[in-house]
């Protein structure tokens, strides 16, 4: 399947927020270590740990394709996205190099 860049910008998007997610979770409910989670508040954290991971991995299969389909590296597709995801960068593939 290809991806457009703007496709990569909102999976990695989707990444960032289901990561902060996972974040404000833990932050919720105290380290685990050190704080015993209700079943409910695993089962939750463990969800928001999973969609995160599958986001994540979803990015890094759709930036390795897009990579290869450009004929640009993985390194120069990802850095690309991220400074778009932070506003740095508009547009898609034809956009200018900054």
Do not use: C, I
Not at 55 to 65: G, I
């Amino acid at each position: 399947m290809a991806h457009t860049f703007d496709e990569l910008v909102a999976k990695q998007r989707a990444a960032e927020e289901a990561h902060t997610r996972v974040r404000q979770l833990q932050d919720a409910y105290g380290p685990p270590t050190q704080t015993t989670w209700s079943g409910q508040q695993t089962s939750t954290w463990e969800t928001a740990w999973r969609a995160w991971r599958d986001l994540a991995r979803d990015v890094q299969a759709a930036v390795n394709e897009y990579a290869r389909a450009e004929g640009m590296t993985r390194h120069e597709v990802e850095a690309r996205v991220k400074r778009a995801v932070r506003g740095e960068e508009q547009g898609g593939a034809d956009a200018p190099e900054a």
